[in-house]
Structures are given as C-alpha cells and as structure tokens.
C-alpha cells in the first residue's frame, strides 16, 4: 500500500463531527470510466458532510468521488438532470436554478454530493410532502468490485435500487445519477414562523401547517430549564415567485481548529435566548432566500471547527408519533438532569411516503436533531441513556450523524440489516459497518 | 468569444481552466488521448455553458498530425485565436536515468510536442495578426534538481522557447503565456504528500484564465512561486550542487 495522503484542510478521511482521526489511503477518482483498485476493504467518500464515521474506512481505502463532478445532461423542460455522482448539491443548483429547477430534497447544508444523498438517503423539510432523496432518484449506476457494473431504477433491478438507497456506500460505488428536479418560481421562499412554548403547542402548529406549507422545521430553546421545557421557534415556507438575485455574501471562515471549543454554557444560554427573543422569531410574512433558508450554517464554511479540537456528537433520532411527545419530553429531561447540553436542537415531523432505501433512516414521527460538545465519558453516557429511550420508543437513529450508537441498538433501529447484508460488497465496507455489525 | 485549442484536455488543470473558459460563454476545441473522457469532459462543458466543445483524439507525440489537427480545429469552431498546451507527464527519473529511450521519449511528449504545436499556432496566429497561445511548463524548469531534472529540462526548454517567441510574436499582435504551476493537487502528483503550498486545480485555472485574457508574460501560479523560484535560481552552483533537492 502507498503511503497514506493526508492533507492540510480536512478533506478525504475527515468527516464534519471532528471525532475521528484515522489513517487511509486516499485514491482520488478523476473520471467515470476506471475499474476500481484492485484492494479492500473500499469505500466512496463523498464531501465528508456525515459527522462520524458512516464516510470513514479506518486503515483501509477511501474512494474520493468529488473529481467524479461533470454534468453529463440537463432537459430544462421535464426538469431532469443526469450528472457524475460526485456533484454537490450547490453546483448542481447554480446550474439549474435560473431555469426554474430545484432538488426535490436538500439536506440542510449545500455542500453534499449526490452520491453522498443516495447513500444517506437523505431528508430535508419537505419530508411530510415529498419523502427522502431517493424518492426522486430515477436512475443510477452502480459500480461494484466484481466488474459488473449495474443500472438502477425503481424498476430495473429493483433490488439493488433499494439497497443502495440509503445504503450507506457499501454496496459499491455511484458513479452515475438521474435525478428529477421541481420546478421553482425563482430563489425566493415565503412563509411564517411563530414562538410555541410547550411541545403540545409544536404538534399543533404542526398538524395544522403541514397541509399548507412544503417546508415545516422548528427550533427548540436549549437555554431554557425545566419550566420552558420544548419551547421554540416554529418556522414553515413555501417557494414564492420573485427572480431578484440576492447580494452573494462570501462565507466567513474559520481556517484553524481553535484549541478549546467556543460552545460553551454562557455561549449556548445567550445564542439561544437571543433567537428566541429576537423579533423575528414571530413573523407574520417573512421571505428568505433560499440559502439562508435552506442552509442557515452554510455561510460559515467549517463552523464545525467551533467546537474545539475534541470535536462533537450528533444524535438524530426519529420516534413515532404516537409515543413522540412522551419519548422527547423524557429525552429532554435526561439531558437537562445530565449536566451536557445541546448547541442546536432542531425538530420536524416526518410524513408517511416509505422511503424506497430497506436500510432508509426516515419513517413516520418526529425527528430531533441534537449537538454535543465532546466530554467523553460524560457525553456517550448521556447518549447511551437517549438511545435507551429511542429504542424503546420503537424509533430509530440516523447513521449519517452518528459515531458511537451500539450494535445492539443499531440492529434493532434497522431490522432489514441482515437482508442488507447480502447486497453488501465483499470488498466494501465502512468503520461504521464494522463498528454496528461485527 | 473566444475560439479555443486545448491541447491536453483531460488534464485536471486543462479541465478546470476549461470551465471557467465555458462560464464566459467560449468555444472550445478539446485534444486528448482517451475518446470517452473527451466527450464526458465536452458535455459538461456545453452545459456549464461553452458555445462549442469539439473532441479530437490525438497523442500528442504524433507530431506528423499537428498540422491537420490545427486546420481542423480552426475549421470546426469557424476560427481559432486562443491555445492553451497543457499535457505532459511528470517523468519517472529512475527510469530517465537507465535509458536513454525513456529519456528522450519523456523529452519529446513535454518539451518537443508542444514546441512543434506552438511553430504551427503562431505560424497561423501571426498571419491572422492576433491570437494568444499559453503552454504549462513549471516551476521545475527554472532550475535543474537531480530528483526530477529531465522533467526539469524539459520545462526549461519550454519556458525558453515560449520566451523568444514572445519577442517575436510581441510586434504582430499575437500573445504569448508561459505558465509556471508549483504544486497543484491534480492526478500528476497523487502520490505526493500534500502542505500548505498546495493549489486547487480551480484556484489555478482562476489565474490561468485571468493571464490569458491579459497576455500576462510569465505567470507563476501561484505568485508566491515567483519570489521562492528566484531564491533557487540564486543559489551559486558550487553550493546548488551539494543540496538535495
Ligand atoms: C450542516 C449540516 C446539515 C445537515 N442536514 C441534514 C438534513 O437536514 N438531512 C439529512 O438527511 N442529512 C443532513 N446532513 C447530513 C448529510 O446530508 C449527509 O451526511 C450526506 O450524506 C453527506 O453527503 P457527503 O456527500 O458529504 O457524503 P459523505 O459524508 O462523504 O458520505 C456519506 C455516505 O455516502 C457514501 N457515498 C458517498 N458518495 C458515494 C458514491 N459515489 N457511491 C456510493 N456511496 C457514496 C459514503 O460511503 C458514506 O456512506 C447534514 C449535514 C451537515 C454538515
Ligand atoms: N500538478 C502540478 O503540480 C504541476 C506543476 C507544474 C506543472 N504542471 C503541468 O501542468 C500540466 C497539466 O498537468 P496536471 O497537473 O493537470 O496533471 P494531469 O491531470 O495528470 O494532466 C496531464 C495530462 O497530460 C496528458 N498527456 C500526457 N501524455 C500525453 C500524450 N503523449 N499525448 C496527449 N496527452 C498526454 C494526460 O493525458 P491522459 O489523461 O490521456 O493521460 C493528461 O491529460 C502538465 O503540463 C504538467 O507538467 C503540473
């Protein structure tokens, strides 16, 4: 094996929660035509967006996919778009957008490959409306270690149609998308976004805004104690007509890990406090662009670096409706009795459409985003307990933002794994996958 | 709009400058070996907006085609005013060293080719009375190092024959572009550990681009590569020759 290729700026062999140091050898795709190396174990790497080690392959080969980035056709009249799996979701915008197509879904930051939303069949706020990414995926190719190289639809082999999706990159490598775009009126999102101060409050705003509105998230105080306990900021949009291009801002950045993290107690109380206080946190007619709707943190490129050298947890889970406001409530307690706290704390409720992926993270309930410094010990304790309180729930926790959850729990979040097992490629695999399965 | 040879179009930096070629809405003429990178590379182009973008599958050792190959460039994209040479291959020095074969094969494809394109583009340029041809040679042909020196030499070559063309091409209106990279991230260096010194092949291709368009003489790339580069070239032989570089 070839030394290991590391880099100065995080690039292949990093992903966003900054938890994990481990060594690869990097081999850069640059076009789509390549058999794969001929070692193991391999595994795609996309834009490192996934905060654990779900995009990470300790000690093995990390296949990095942003050289595979060319367009290969666009009809701007059906609003179907073919192109390199390697493609972010940003270029893929700048190209389509004037001509009045937009993704189906976006995840909350721009800077994922297609690839990488395959893998992670990933959500956005439309999930009540539309379902996940794949929903929208009307083709892809699939490369796998074996030469045969396979086309994929929801038609023509199914199956591996359906293992792909959401299949966390081990049943080989993407290298090829069709994807159906949504036409837009133009950059523009309009809608509302209101203050609830219980978690009751947060369902019915939500039961009776979902009808109306394609996006719907909330934000929850994660300054307040006991008292304020799932209050927030309900925000909830549509796309409006309106082609005025906004001032593009150029992202702040932030070069260096700083060496301590810059969350601390007085940081989060005040941050929080402030946007849940801030007058815009109750607007009656409120119009962003989609940037800053879409992608809030994007304008800080590396705003993971934030949390200091030690990195930080996410935990995503989703819990069904019918246990939610009961399972977040006792979520919530459990980390205010914990002495951790979360940063950001976001929550949506997912909708009905089954996501095509057999291993997809989506299914109906609420989901709750939550993000926390990395104390050690302390921290995977606290998030021990929550995923007691998930697993009993009957929910389940997102692979994308994990680096810690349990064999245990993982195979009882994702049922199908076994049935998976058998699409995997023997000569793919991920430090998640051994982490969860071995 | 601007009617464009790209000699060596599969190169990641080749590609990259294309892009930013395709965004102002130009046309292009794309030269490389393998046919299915060609056309992938065209399509993207075409959607990111280039006018045109025509393949030719050429090696360019097959310097006896040159000429058929400029003529059909210019009869494709009804005119020809821009040329940006950018193949070559980082040579294996061992291997450069045990045959002399290989030493001058390595020579021909990086120095000789493009020399051989250039005679013909300026040729062509100087007759139409305007025109600007841009070759990639590098940093390594500022100085000989015994680590890659045939590479080296072959570049110097380059930068010393685009040097007198200029003067000559200077007085008929046509520019001349010698582009000296550092170290660009690109599949060339693969195997190399990578710094702070690095570039992004799109960083590269902003300031190719930008060199181009105002004729700039020599451009380093990037311009740090100018000050480091003189600090080599004065270091006195006596002592040059004791390093390991
Ligand atoms: C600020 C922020 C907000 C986010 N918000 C959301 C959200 O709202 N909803 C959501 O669902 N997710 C969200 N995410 C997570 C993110 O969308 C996913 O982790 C996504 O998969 C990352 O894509 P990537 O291209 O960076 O892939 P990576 O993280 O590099 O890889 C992800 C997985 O995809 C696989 N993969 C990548 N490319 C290929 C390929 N060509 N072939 C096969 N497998 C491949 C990898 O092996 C890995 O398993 C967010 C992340 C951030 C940083
Ligand atoms: N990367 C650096 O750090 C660096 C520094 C200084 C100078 N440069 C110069 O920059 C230029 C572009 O290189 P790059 O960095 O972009 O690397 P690259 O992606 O490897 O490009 C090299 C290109 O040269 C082509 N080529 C090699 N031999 C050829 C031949 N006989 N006929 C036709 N094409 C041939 C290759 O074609 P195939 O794709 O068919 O192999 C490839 O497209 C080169 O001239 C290089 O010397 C690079």
């Known amino acids: ?438 | 709009m601007r009617r464009i040879l790209i000699m060596g179009a599969t190169s990641a930096i080749a590609e990259a400058t294309a892009r930013e070629f395709a965004r102002r809405g130009d046309a292009l003429f794309l030269v490389g070996r393998s046919a299915e990178r060609l056309q992938a590379i065209a399509a993207d182009l075409k959607l990111r907006g280039a006018t045109a973008a025509e393949c030719h599958v050429l090696d360019a050792r097959g310097m006896d085609r040159f000429p058929a190959l400029v003529d059909s460039a210019a009869e494709v994209l009804g005119g020809l005013d821009t040329a940006l040479i950018a193949h070559g291959t980082l040579s294996d020095q061992a291997a450069c060293e045990a045959s002399v074969e290989t030493m001058m094969q390595e020579f021909a494809t990086n120095a000789l080719s493009a020399m051989a394109l250039c005679t013909l583009l300026a040729n062509r340029f100087a007759a139409q009375r305007h025109g600007t041809i841009a070759v990639i040679s590098s940093v390594a042909g500022d100085r000989g190092r015994q680590s890659n020196y045939v590479y080296g030499s072959a570049k110097a070559a380059l930068s010393a024959f685009t040097s007198g063309m200029r003067q000559r091409l200077h007085s008929q209106g046509v520019r001349m572009v010698t582009i000296k990279p550092g170290f660009v991230d690109t599949p060339m260096t693969v195997a190399f550990r990578k710094g702070v010194l690095w570039a992004s092949p799109a960083t590269a291709a902003r300031y190719i681009v930008r060199a181009m368009i105002k004729g700039t003489p020599v451009l380093y790339v990037p311009w740090f590569w100018r000050p480091v580069m003189a600090i080599i070239r004065a270091v006195p032989e006596f002592i040059f020759q004791r390093l390991r570089l």
């Not at chain 1, 030394?3 to 081999?27: D, K, Q």
């Not at chain 1, 799996?85 to 915008?93: E, P, T, Y």
């Not at chain 1, 190209?95 to 690839?115: A, M």
Request: aromatic content about 12%; charged content about 20%.
């Open chain 1, 1 to 438: 094996m070839a030394e290991p290729i590391t880099s100065w700026r995080s690039g292949p062999g990093s992903s966003w929660g900054n938890l994990l140091h481990y060594s690869h050898r990097v081999v850069p795709l640059t076009h789509r035509f390549a058999a794969l190396p001929d070692s193991s174990p391999l595994l795609a790497y996309g834009n490192g967006r996934s905060y654990g080690d779900v995009c990470l392959n300790q000690d093995g080969v990390l296949l990095a996919t942003r050289g595979l980035d060319r367009f290969i056709a666009f009809d701007s009249v059906s609003g179907v778009i073919e192109c390199e799996a390697g493609v972010l979701l940003n270029d893929l915008i700048e190209l389509t957008l004037p001509y009045g197509w937009f993704p189906p879904v976006t995840p909350g930051t721009g800077f994922v490959t297609l690839g990488g939303a395959i893998a992670n069949d990933v959500h956005g706020k439309n999930h009540h409306r539309v379902g996940s990414f794949c929903n929208h995926v009307l083709e892809f190719e699939l490369q796998r270690s074996d030469g045969t190289v396979l086309r994929c639809t929801p038609e023509e082999n199914r199956e591996w149609f359906c293992a792909t999706a959401g299949g966390l990159g081990l049943t080989g490598l993407i290298r090829r998308v069709r994807l159906q775009l949504r036409p837009v009126p133009g950059p523009w999102l309009g809608g509302d976004s209101r203050r609830f101060r219980s978690l009751g409050e947060f369902f019915e705003l939500d039961r009776v805004s979902g009808g109306n509105y394609e996006y719907t998230v909330a934000w929850l105080d994660c300054a307040t104690g006991k008292s304020h306990l799932g209050r927030g900021v309900y925000m909830r949009g549509n796309h409006v007509p309106g082609r005025e291009p906004v001032k593009s801002r150029l992202p702040v950045r932030l070069p260096l890990t700083p060496p301590f993290s810059l969350i601390n107690g007085l940081t989060r109380n005040f941050l929080n406090q402030a946007y849940f206080h801030r007058p815009a946190a109750e607007q009656s007619a409120a119009r962003w662009h989609y940037q800053s709707f879409f992608y809030p943190l994007d304008g800080i490129l590396e705003l993971n670096r934030m949390f200091g050298p030690k990195g930080f947890f996410q935990y995503q889970c989703v819990i069904p409706e019918a246990v939610a406001e009961r399972s977040l409530t006792e979520i919530f307690e459990r980390i205010a009795g914990s002495g951790e706290r979360s940063f950001l704390a976001v929550l949506k409720m997912f909708g009905r459409i089954p996501p095509l992926g057999m291993m997809s993270f989506p299914r109906p309930g609420a989901t709750l985003a939550l993000d926390f410094p990395n104390h050690g010990a302390r921290t995977l304790a606290l998030l021990e307990a929550l995923d007691a309180i998930t697993v009993a729930a009957g929910g389940a926790v997102y692979p994308a933002k994990d680096a810690r959850m349990s064999q245990d729990s993982f195979q009882q979040y994702f049922p199908n794994w076994r049935q998976f097992k058998a699409y995997v490629d023997p000569a793919f695999s991920s430090s998640l996958w051994r982490r969860v399965t071995q």
